[in-house]
């Protein structure tokens, strides 16, 4: 009898589970099928979705997509823990590494069965890299926008100096020099944020993947990336780079002109104040010289696993955010830019670009990022923690190279 009944709370638990296993799935009381978007927006982006969402449903007889804007504290766990229990939306807007946490389980569509057979050629190589960069390989997230890093420089110093924007790190020791023979006090150069994306970037651009996936393992400890390591350290010694700003963000002594270059987010052009008669500009982030790389970060859209027509009408909002006009508006609200080169042939897109300096040197065509497997968080907080040790001094370079190659490749073997 125990026997019996252990088996019908197996049964019951594996109903339950599967029942739960998938989001949406449900219909409206007119037949339409039922899409749930969750997003943090506020304001104009808000606004923007809003807007979207309400032309889609205009246009699409048999879809009726329902916008929840969420709370942005601890978004990505109460999204798990609803899609979970079959309770959640059926898309997000985030990052690939989010992605990666549902891959394992089945719990996010492969759009690759929506989108057009030609995809991979309309979409900067960086941003569908990172969208099939999944330990499956498939399409788990379609690319939406992009921002990340470029490099800001006080135009009137330069100008002064008679400098040129740096095309390669060494140009950039250079004119470090230079500023600081003519300003002792200024520093030349700082890296904003932390050593996460400065690290990738000087790894990547020596030609190294940084890491392989299929053999789970970091891929840095390299001569060529001990080199490039070095000249950080050197450049440090010499007093070119700030490693810490005197306030809380280093645009705060880039505008009272105790900083004269850094390298950061496009995001960080409404804060630069300069004082009167002084003037920046904003270059590409440089290069070694190696390989053209520049981190990117990118986000895009996650379709949770669904039934069929569900997860198929889900698809289709998708790709209609990701359509040219609707991408370019989303774009000019968000101040991102679009790894779609259809995207940016409209004149709504170009008219908004031409606008922003910042944007305009954002080199999405050689932007890249993290593959998205399980292990990549502690990839990030190893290199932020290698290149501070070696900053600080704390480690020589190889021991720090050691250190940080032994904790990445435990993390991706262990996941």
């Given amino acids: 009898m125990k026997k019996i009944i252990t088996l019908l709370l197996a049964l019951v638990l594996t109903i339950s589970l599967t029942a739960c296993s998938n989001s949406g799935g449900t219909t409206t009381e007119d037949g339409k099928t039922r899409v749930v978007l969750w997003h943090t927006y506020t304001e104009d982006q808000q606004a923007f979705i809003d807007q979207a969402v309400a032309d889609f449903n205009a246009s699409h007889e048999d879809i009726e997509v329902v916008v929840e804007t969420q709370a942005l504290q601890d978004f990505e766990s109460k999204v798990m823990q609803a899609v979970s229990t079959g309770t959640g939306p059926n898309l997000i807007i985030h990052y ?13 569509a492969d759009l690759g069965k929506y989108v057009p057979e030609n995809f991979e050629s309309t979409v900067d190589e960086g941003a569908y890299k990172e ?12 690319p939406l926008f992009t921002s990340g890093p470029v490099f800001f420089y006080n135009k009137t110093i330069y100008d002064e100096l008679g400098l040129q924007a740096p095309a390669t790190w060494e140009e950039l020791v250079a004119n470090c020099e230079t500023i600081k023979a003519a300003y002792p006090e200024k520093y030349g150069f700082a890296i904003d944020g932390s050593f996460t994306d400065f690290g990738q970037t000087l790894i990547m651009q020596t030609g190294n993947e940084l890491i392989d996936v299929a053999n789970k393992s970091v891929t840095f400890n390299t001569p060529e990336v001990a080199e490039q390591f070095q000249w950080f350290a050197d450049a440090i010694t010499n007093e070119y780079i700030m490693l810490s700003p005197t306030g809380q963000y280093f645009s705060e002594d880039f505008n009272t002109e105790n900083l004269v270059s850094y390298m950061g987010s496009v995001a960080g052009v409404p804060y630069i104040q300069l004082p009167e008669g002084s003037d920046y500009a904003v270059a590409p982030v440089p290069q070694v010289g190696t390989v053209e790389w520049t ?14 027509a569900t997860e198929a009408a889900t698809a289709e909002f998708a790709l209609y955010l990701a359509s040219p006009e609707v991408n370019a508006e989303f774009c000019k609200v968000a101040n991102y830019a679009s790894p779609y080169q259809a995207t940016r042939d409209t004149e709504t897109y170009k008219s908004f670009v031409a606008d922003n300096q910042a944007l305009e040197s954002l080199r999405s065509d050689i932007g890249g990022s993290f593959s ?6 502690t990839v990030r907080t190893q290199i932020d923690e290698m290149l501070s040790a070696i900053a600080t001094g704390t480690k020589d370079i190889q021991t720090a190279i050691n250190d940080a190659e032994a904790a990445c490749n435990s993390a991706l073997q262990e996941g």
């Fill in 96 to 108: 690939a590494t989010e992605a990666a946490n549902y891959v394992p389980d089945n719990m996010v």
């Fill in 372 to 377: 998205a497997v399980t292990g990549v968080a």
């Fill in 131 to 142: 969208a099939t960069s999944f330990i499956d390989g498939k399409l788990h997230i379609l």
């Fill in 295 to 308: 981190p990117a970060w990118n986000r895009g859209i996650i379709v949770f696993s669904a039934d069929e």
